[in-house]
């Protein structure tokens, strides 16, 4: 796992100790995520310059030092990922005469496209990668992402320059480099709490999509070419559904997870694993342990407020399995202390609390290992996330109402204060009880005006409903699958916000959040229910294989039960929540007060204050929870204090 960057300046005017000088100062800029040593290669004659920082996990001789030359001396590779049938591979390869100088997976990665191409090549990894080759021979720059989104990859023309990285602040250093808002995507931003794929908040910048190999020629010209197309797996899938037995899709499941797992077990560093003690993290431990002849180590956060602890949990299920468990209660204070850095790490506006827990379980974990498996997308993939179940629920009867039946409905929603929705949720079992009720009618009353599934799961999974309103002169993006996909054969509601989910949520919130936090502190976490192969075959499965009696992830929960009992794990669902809405109130309301000043907020002049404040005073007053959504703002206010009053 590393930090790549570089640029191809097309005029080629920069001597060459120059061109290596910059782009060593932008691989510097992202030492955190290779703290081990660094490495640049540049050719003067055509512009191009390459920039890599190693954190050493396999082969950590010089042999794995980067940027690499091919053997042949063709092409030349700056890579961050991890490939794990590397050593199937590179047999492979020499069948075929390659020769090896060392043991690592960039070797492999870089002899194989030389052997079958680059596009070609992705194909065949499993793993996490991003990566840039540069083709002597035929002159080409090849960019490449994994098949998911886990490692992330800019790119984008400024200044006539192509710049690439793992993290847009390499390439503040450059001096032709000129960071521009792109309102549009600001606007994009406040309805996710993210920046969406393939825009990024700078204009001229990109993310490449996953799945994409991405060729640009001296001459400045790009050519995107697709290696994996998941709306291709989806709808291959949802055509060839497995006709089979509980027990043999129970039994090929765990196959499938066992070797994913024991593949991310490969490591010359220490290794761990985070468990929240929910079922994702639970079965990517229990199948690490069931691997290992030593006790795994697990690592939990906890939280001292009531309905956000899950580390009790956690505990538990690590007494069973036998792990080196170690865990840690999170304070106010705590929070509070790091998030002035949080805009550091994450360099575009990102808004998900739980970033603040994922930094510090990394750094807890980063203490004792070098490597961490995650419990990450196991919800998108077997329809385990509650608002799956609750708005096919919602939506299934509300597109049977006619328009004005649903706007009165909402009016009368809103008559009722947050606060007291929530006090009459005590009403219900605990089982059935949904935390912060008020939120979740307002929004209901929000999805009562959508007028298809597609707006309704968009408005379900919005933070701002109508994000022109907030950013000025901001026009907001349609990125795809919001603005494609139509075609999709979806059996259900169900599998289309899981669909939506996979391209959206997934990689630029979730992923964007475990590798920047991760990274952060020079910790790799890996991710195996992401393996692709588990993705493709997650497919495959009728809905019946997902969710039964009310509850989601019913296949995944059936290998778990193989290795720890269900009473440990059969509990609503928590997520990895934080009660930020309670600390903006308290701890977090000086720090918030001064970033949503109505003087500063009219000084920056690129949002609505009237808006922000209003939203602010009703946050106070706990007439209302707007927790998220004055999160977003916060977190944006942070983030260009830090890129623009340095």
């Not at 761990?272 to 342990?289: E, K, N, P």
């Not at 195996?528 to 989601?552: C, N, T």
């Not at 059936?558 to 009473?567: A, D, F, H, K, T």
Request: glycine share 8%.
């Amino acid at each position: 796992m590393c930090g790549i960057t570089g640029f191809f300046d097309f005029k080629a005017t920069m001597p060459n100790p120059e061109l290596l000088a910059l782009v060593e100062g932008m691989a510097a800029k992202i030492a955190h995520r290779g703290p081990d040593s660094f490495g640049v290669w540049g050719d003067a004659s055509i512009g191009l310059a390459l920039g890599h920082r190693r954190l050493s996990i396999v082969d950590l001789s010089e042999a794995g030092h980067q940027p690499m030359v091919s053997y042949s001396g063709r092409l030349v590779i700056t890579y961050n990922g991890e490939i794990y049938n590397a050593p199937e591979l590179r047999k492979e390869l020499i069948a075929k005469g390659c020769q090896f100088q060392g043991h690592s997976d960039t070797e492999v990665i870089l002899e194989a496209c030389e052997v079958w191409g680059v596009a070609a090549t992705c194909q065949k990894l499993i793993g996490m990668f991003a990566f840039i080759v540069w083709d002597k021979q035929n002159k080409q720059l090849f960019l490449a992402r994994d098949r998911l989104g886990i490692k992330p990859l800019y790119w984008g023309f400024n200044s006539g320059i192509l710049f690439f990285g793992s993290q847009l602040k390499s390439f503040s250093v450059h001096p032709a480099w000129k960071a521009e808002i792109d309102t549009d995507a600001l606007t994009s931003y406040f309805r996710f709490n993210y920046v969406p794929t393939p825009i990024s908040i700078f204009r001229g910048m990109q993310k490449l999509i996953p799945g994409t190999v991405l060729s640009v020629n001296p001459r400045g010209q790009t050519q995107e070419t697709r290696f994996w197309n998941f709306q291709e797996i989806v709808e291959a899938g949802i055509s060839n559904r497995r006709a089979r037995l509980d027990h043999e899709l129970i039994e090929e499941l765990d196959s499938l997870l066992r070797d994913a797992v024991k593949r991310r077990m490969v490591a010359d560093v220490p290794l761990g694993a985070f468990l929240s003690g929910g079922i994702d993290s639970s079965t990517v431990v229990a199948l690490m342990q069931a691997q290992s002849e030593a006790p795994i180590k697990t690592f939990s956060i906890g939280f001292h407020e009531q309905g956000y602890d899950e580390a009790k949990y956690a505990a538990l299920v690590a007494k069973h399995l036998g792990t080196d468990h170690h865990e840690l209660y999170l304070h106010a204070n705590e929070a509070q202390a790091i998030i002035p850095d949080l805009p550091v790490w994450f360099d575009e506006p990102f808004a998900d609390a739980s970033q603040i827990p994922t930094f510090l379980v990394s750094r807890m974990a980063r203490e004792q290992v070098k490597v961490s498996l995650s419990g990450d997308g196991g919800d998108e993939l077997f329809a385990g996330y509650s608002r799956y179940l609750l708005g096919h629920s919602i939506w299934r009867w509300m597109k049977l109402l006619p328009y004005w039946i649903r706007k009165r409905s909402a009016q009368g929603i809103r008559k009722i204060k947050p606060q007291h929705w929530d006090q009459m949720a005590y009403i219900l079992p605990t089982s059935l009880r949904p935390r912060l009720m008020g939120d979740k009618a307002y929004k209901v009353a929000d999805m009562m005006m959508m007028p298809s599934d597609r707006h309704f799961y968009r408005s379900l999974i919005s933070h701002w409903e109508n994000p022109e309103e907030i950013v000025l002169g901001g026009r907001e993006v349609e990125t795809y699958p919001w603005s494609g996909a139509e075609n999709i054969p979806f059996k259900n509601f169900i599998e289309q916000m899981q669909f939506f989910d996979t391209l959206t949520y997934l990689p630029d919130d979730i992923l964007t959040k475990v590798d920047r936090a991760s990274m952060a502190l020079g910790l790799e976490a890996r991710v195996p229910l992401l393996d692709h192969r588990v993705v493709e075959f997650s497919w495959q499965l009728p809905l019946h294989m997902k969710i039964r009696q009310g509850k989601g992830k019913w296949l995944l929960r059936q290998v778990l039960n193989r290795y720890v009992p269900s009473q440990l794990i059969d509990r609503p669902k928590m997520g990895f929540g934080v009660p930020i809405g309670e600390w903006l109130r308290g701890p977090l309301r000086e720090w918030a007060e001064d970033l949503l000043s109505d003087d500063r907020l009219k000084n920056q002049g690129l949002l609505n204050p009237e808006l922000i404040r209003t939203r602010w005073m009703e946050h106070l007053s706990a007439c209302c929870n707007w927790q998220y959504s004055l999160w977003g703002v916060l977190m944006f206010q942070a983030w260009y204090d830090q890129w623009y009053k340095r």
